[in-house]
């Protein structure tokens, strides 16, 4: 299939956000633009909504197609619909998937063992297509690093990373990349444990609109919150914090380089 990708080397990449969730999208990517954030990977979270998530695949936005663990329906053919969608759309990942132990009285997770069944599945598709990951984990992590070196997983990102060093350098040995977001802005451990953490295994995104950006008019633009963040912890500069995370996720993705 002829690529619709294409890859600026200049500006910033928000490596996760929802556009598909966005209340002013137009005017919203406008603004990011003129802030010189030229490229955005948009994760599917249900096959519902997989095609407001493939209505936004551009020159300037790639897709992932996947379902979340909130979303984890066994009436569904969850697995089925994704090889078809694999077979008919272009994508850079399979994501967002993951696992969500979060107790929540008043939204309910799935069983447990339906989000590792799914979970899992997802991972070896993931991997028949030599595509990378999106994972989402939360109250999880020790089942998720099992399960990505149980089934040998090696390209990836853990989306919106918060926890120590030791956490961090667990997935580093897996292969595995970080997404760093808004939450890092309240997470004085996970910002203590970034100056450990190589530059070459980080990514930048957002989680727009939810990510710790709920009241923020324009969400697409807490990456440049971030990015200062992250450029003060590792002591550079954010043209070379740009230059890296830019070329981190090109080569995670395998986005094409635009010469």
């Known amino acids: 299939m002829p690529t619709s990708r294409r890859y600026s080397d200049s500006g910033w990449i928000d490596s996760h ?3 598909n969730e966005l209340a002013t999208a137009p005017a919203q990517l406008k603004e990011a633009k003129q802030a010189q954030i030229e490229y955005f990977i948009v994760p599917g979270t249900a096959p519902q909504q997989w095609s407001d998530v493939i209505a936004w695949q ?12 909130w979303f984890v ?55 028949a297509h030599r595509l990378p990951v999106i994972v989402h984990s939360v109250k999880a992590h020790q089942q998720v690093i099992d399960t990505l070196r149980r089934l040998a997983i090696e390209d990836g990102v853990v989306h919106a990373f918060i926890g120590s060093a030791e956490l961090a350098q667990q997935y580093i ?41 709920h ?8 990456i440049l919150s971030v ?24 080569r995670l993705f395998r986005l094409p380089a635009d010469h």
């Open 17 to 19: 956000c929802h556009l």
């Open 58 to 69: 551009s020159a300037h936005c790639a897709i992932a197609l996947g379902t979340h663990p």
């Open 73 to 127: 329906d066994p009436n569904e053919d969850q697995i089925g619909q994704l090889i078809v969608a694999l077979q008919q759309h272009e994508v850079v990942a399979i994501g967002e998937i993951g696992l969500d132990f979060y107790s929540n009285q008043s939204q309910p997770r799935p069983h447990r063992a339906l989000q590792q069944r799914l979970f899992e599945a997802q991972l070896m598709i993931a991997k």
């Open 173 to 213: 040995e897996l292969g595995f990349h970080l997404g760093i977001g808004p939450l890092i802005l309240k997470s004085p451990k996970t910002r203590a444990a970034l100056a450990q953490v190589p530059l070459s295994q980080m990514l930048l995104e957002t989680d727009a609109p939810f990510g710790n950006s």
């Open 215 to 222: 009241s923020a008019a324009n969400p697409l633009l807490q």
């Open 227 to 250: 990015a200062q963040c992250v450029a003060e912890i590792k002591q550079i500069s954010l043209a070379q914090l740009q230059h890296a995370t830019r070329g981190n996720t090109q």
